[in-house]
Every structure is written in structure tokens, then in C-alpha cells.
């Protein structure tokens, strides 16, 4: 199992950017797939979740309007689309995929940064 993302990105306060992260290795559909970020010296922050199946998502409410996951079946790949930049989206970003409660496989990180 790899869930591989996209490299590092450096965009401006009010901008958008967005990350993937390509699955492989098992079955898409079967998986849930979470979103997580840290911030610099922050613990872990849930974004959100979708199911590769039926596209259905589940947001954070800190997120919630200006962040939307989304996916591509044929090309086993999942989406992070962030809108709004702030500087506090500065973390790192990280897909996950979820086996019951918990999450067992971790794609590599993606660095935002949001800077002027």
C-alpha cells in the first residue's frame, strides 16, 4: 500500500492550492481516505474525509466552505482543494487512509505554506 502526494507549495494569503495524493496497492473503493494537517509546533488537525465509493465527504467545521475533497476513480488519486488562504493553513498536509478507527497507512506530507 503507497499513498504518494504532491510536492511542496508556497502560495499568498487569499490564494488557493491543490494537493494529491495517489493511491495504490489496494482496492480504492474499499477505503476511506482522511485528511490531516500540522501546523509548525501544533499537534494533529482533522480536515476531513471521503468515501472513495459514493464521493460522499465530511468536513471539519474550520474548514468547512473553504476546503473540499474530492477524487478521481480512474486514476486512483484523491483531492485536497484548499480556497482562502490564511496564514494559519501553514502545516503540513497529510492524506491517511482509515481502517476502522484508525488510520494505518500515511501518504508522505505535503508542505503549504501561506505567505506574503
Known amino acids: 500500500v503507497q499513498l504518494v502526494q504532491s510536492g511542496a507549495e508556497l502560495r499568498n494569503p487569499g490564494a488557493s492550492v491543490k494537493v494529491s495524493c495517489k493511491a495504490s496497492g489496494y482496492t480504492f473503493i474499499n477505503y476511506y481516505i482522511d485528511w490531516v494537517r500540522q501546523a509548525p509546533g501544533q499537534g494533529l488537525e482533522w480536515m476531513g474525509r471521503?468515501?472513495?465509493?459514493?464521493?460522499?465527504?465530511y468536513y471539519a467545521d474550520s474548514v468547512k466552505g473553504r476546503f473540499t475533497i474530492s477524487k478521481d476513480n480512474a486514476a486512483n488519486t484523491l483531492y485536497l482543494q484548499m480556497n482562502s488562504l490564511k496564514p494559519e493553513d501553514t502545516a503540513k498536509y497529510y492524506c491517511?487512509?482509515?481502517?476502522?478507527?484508525?488510520?494505518?497507512?500515511w501518504g508522505q506530507g505535503t508542505q503549504v505554506t501561506v505567505s506574503s
Open positions: 491517511a487512509r482509515r481502517a476502522y478507527e484508525e488510520f494505518d497507512y
Open positions: 471521503i468515501d472513495p465509493e459514493d464521493g460522499s465527504t
